[in-house]
């Protein structure tokens, strides 16, 4: 069981167009024909997703099988661009969805192993989108995953900027990880394995590099700080030295940090914290 911490008409008929809706305003446009669309257009895909707290396939396949209705009218084409003013009703299967914009929050996650960084999975059960579904988290998703044998630090917001800026490698947002594995090389090899790394590994088609490395506590782990959050990095870093990670910890993103987090906790980000992390993403001086 995971815990959450406490802290402080059917149809109207087929859309005759996407170019007028029943309130007689200019309302939608085509994709690809948006260059001088406002900053409040949006795509249908995205406001359904938001609203209902849906994964970004499941809105799509919503609208393309005909489920939404826009001011009263069947919308099919979830890539429409909406002018959002001019929206009065946006309904799913019949429900109507707020219209409002949500106030941005950040959480703390501590991800326990199994737990798989997806909306929905058919072949998985156990994933944070169903967590965050059944906790009441709409709109809400992930900013950086991790692997689903791998714990530690995830920040769950309905910010859909900073999650840009949190995993996006141009941001260059660190990231602390706890490395275990099987039997290190004596420390001598692990500080030459860690400037190598520093360097930068040729990977496949990628180059991984980490920040920082160093050897730290007990029982004995490495301490990797990253900053680009490519897939698989950390272990695909360790196998070009012959290493199998075991156990994998993301302990920091950025200025926020895992620790005072149990397993499977979810804790409201405290005001300092979010004061760093806006100072961090440049939304306050
Ligand atoms: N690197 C990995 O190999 N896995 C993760 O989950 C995160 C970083």
Redesign the pocket.
Known sequence: MYKLARSSSRDSGRSAGPFSVDLGLPLLYPYGMNENKSETAVRLWRMVQTQAGLSRRKAQELIGSGEVELNGRIVDDPFLSVEKQTIATLCLRGHPLSLCDPEHRVYRYHKPPGVLCSHDDPHCGNTAGRILRSEGFIGYTWAG???QD?EGLVLLTNDGGLVEILTHPRYRVKKV?HVFVPRFPPIREMKRIFSEMQRGIEEGNERLRIVAGEMSGRPLRAVLT?AEGKK?????LFSHFNLK?IR?R?VAIGPVKLSGLAPEEIVRLDPATVASLDRLTGKKP
């Open positions: 995953r991790l692997d791998a990880y990253l698989h990095e950390v272990k695909r990670v994998l993301r």
